[in-house]
Nanobody, 126 residues
Framework: QVQLVESGGDSVQPGDSLRLSCAASGFSLKQHAIAWFRQAPGKEREGVACLSSSDASSWSAGFAKGRFTVSRGSGENTMFLQMTRLRPDDTARYYC???????????????????WGQGTQVTVSS
């Protein structure tokens, strides 16, 4: 069974850092584009950051640049989203996604990704 499972979501204070993990089962993330999305209450889901299948290209949303980094684990089944200097407006449910031989188009259209996790909640509040 092909599955992505996120973990690491938490309630933190503004300025804190947090690392989200996404574990793949039933397939390898090798040769897959990997991406993170988020959805805040009452808002549409939006792309956060993406790394292409070859690792040759990437894309990050404006709010993520300089603060969030997407990366692969040392094995072939894990991906991460390192988030720093968190703000209250980063509060959202965060989703990982993967696509075989995929790339990272501007804005990371959701339709470019077929494999999705169920999400993990990040709450930033003082």
């Amino acid at each position: 069974q092909v599955q992505l499972v996120e973990s690491g979501g938490d309630s933190v204070q503004p300025g804190d850092s947090l690392r989200l993990s996404c574990a793949a089962s039933g397939f390898s993330l090798k040769q897959h584009a990997i991406a993170w999305f988020r959805q805040a209450p009452g808002k549409e889901r939006e792309g956060v950051a993406c790394l292409s299948s070859s690792d040759a290209s990437s894309w990050s949303a404006g709010f993520a640049k300089g603060r969030f980094t997407v990366s692969r684990g040392s094995g072939e089944n894990t991906m991460f989203l390192q988030m720093t200097r968190l703000r209250p407006d980063d509060t959202a449910r965060y989703y990982c996604a993967a696509e075989y031989l995929g790339g990272c188009r501007r804005g990371i259209p959701e339709g470019d990704f077929d494999n999705w996790g169920q999400g993990t909640q990040v709450t930033v509040s003082s």
